[in-house]
């Protein structure tokens, strides 16, 4: 909520800025701000709606609504500002207009670059936790926080678009052509065009049904075996249900001895490798084991 208010202020300066300005950058950016309010509002609204307890029309719970509404902002927050920043900077070179103290709009640029910049560097930092060895890159492709993902783009975007915004009034300052200005409306709406794209593909994916970015299947192979001598996992299914949730399913092969045991004996052998799977991956909210012959 913090970081909301603290976006809707800087909005709201960008707004000022531009009305002092008349300049195409500054409206871009605080069209963008405006976009980035409303993207935290959404994902306070996917926040809260994720967390509802399964019912009888969702049993396995409402996880994915977190994806749905990051796809929404993907899809409809970063493209409409995107699109409105470029038209807005074609609109600026076919009838260019002189920028009207342009010292405030880079002023409100600084300050907005200093803020941004504090949150995206935030948000660097929980992202190298999360992933690990892998690289940025392979953490955005492969990452299954929905949430963390829009944040840490919607940061790089903010950063992005505030530092092309300033170059571009910069030389426009220097040079005395408003051309400059519509120049860095039409980047910034290109900037978050690409990422309104990067996101919708990744999230996309989350929402069709993904595997968790770890391959879990040699864990749990593993933790049958340990229980039932001679088991043979058959089948193995793991998906997301949610940014930090899991539903697993596995059909496995018990093995001679097993079968021939009591059917009790192979219950409380099921039993305890379930404890065991969800010791060893606290993500699980869904398990479902299944005994079989192989073929």
């Known amino acids: 909520m913090l970081a909301l208010l603290a976006n809707f202020g800087i909005a709201l300066a960008k707004f000022v800025g531009y009305f002092l300005t008349q300049s195409a950058s500054m409206l871009a950016e605080s069209i963008h701000s405006l976009v980035d309010c409303t993207n935290q ?67 409100v640029l600084v300050v907005a670059l ?13 992202v190298n936790r999360v992933r690990g060895s892998h690289s940025i890159w392979a953490w955005i492709r492969s990452t299954t926080s929905a949430e963390l993902l829009v944040v840490f783009t919607e940061d790089l975007a903010a950063l992005l678009g505030l530092v092309i915004a300033l170059v571009c009034l910069v030389l426009s300052l220097i040079t005395g052509q408003s051309m400059w200005d519509a120049v860095g409306s039409i980047l910034v709406g290109l900037v978050l065009v690409s990422v309104a794209i990067l996101v919708a593909v990744e999230i996309r994916s989350l929402l069709l049904g993904e595997a968790p970015a770890e391959d879990l299947r040699p864990l749990v192979d593993g933790i049958v075996k340990q229980e039932l001598e001679g088991a043979k996992v058959l089948n193995f299914i793991a998906l997301q249900t949610g940014s ?15 079968l021939d045991a009591s059917g009790t004996e192979l219950i409380q052998s099921i039993n305890r490798m379930e404890r065991k799977i969800r010791e060893a991956i606290p993500a699980v909210r869904w398990l479902f084991v299944e005994p079989d012959v192989e073929d």
């Open 41 to 107: 509002a959404l994902l306070l609204i996917g926040a809260k709606s994720s967390a509802r307890p399964p019912d009888q029309t969702h049993p396995l719970g409402y996880g994915r609504d977190m994806f749905f509404w990051s796809f929404v902002v993907a899809v409809l927050l970063f493209s409409i500002g995107g699109v409105f920043a470029i038209y807005e900077g074609v609109h600026k070179l076919q009838h260019p207009t002189e920028i009207e103290a342009p010292w405030v709009a880079i002023s």
């Open 114 to 126: 200093g803020l941004e910049g504090g949150s995206f560097f935030a948000c660097v930092k929980e």
């Open 244 to 258: 930090a949730e899991l539903m697993v399913a596995l059909k496995f092969d018990p093995g001679r001895a097993a």
